[in-house]
């Protein structure tokens, strides 16, 4: 028997060398995917950065103090207008999430720069809205009172069209 390569193994042990290398990298590729949505948002200095891109709300979880003055600063990186709710208990139409049971803007909500970027519906079935265009940013000072401490959904239901996107849900918890 020899210990010499056959030149059939060469290109065999070279395809499994970069199979190996592409799964290493896949695998690297997914474990940071999944770190992206994992991140927590709190206040700092008075204020909870949001940034908004397509159908996507990073952090995904965000941490509120009860009864203190917050300022909301929500950018939006992406090509269409976000309009965020804040609520819990989903009402549904027809399998889509359409409003909030509550909604945790309308009894929070202090004032918006600029103030027209703070929606408050006619309709109680509607949430109030927080509307962010494209490539831009707006501030929303909020003080949730303590007895609503909990966890709250963020969704988006007019505007642009999107439904809630519930399936991978942004989550605000009141402290």
Known sequence: MSDT???STLP???LLRWVVVALLVGALAMAIATSVGSSTGTVDDGELAIELTGYHIE?????LPAGEDVTLVLTNTGGFTHNVAVGRDPVRDDDAVVGFGEDLLAVSALRATPSNALITPVDP?????ISVAPESTVEVEVRVPEELVGEWQLGCFQGSGCEARIDQPATLRVE
């Open 12 to 14: 065999n042990r070279l």
């Open 125 to 129: 079935a509607v949430p109030t809205t």
């Open 59 to 63: 952090p995904i979880t965000l941490v």
């Open 5 to 7: 390569m056959s030149t």
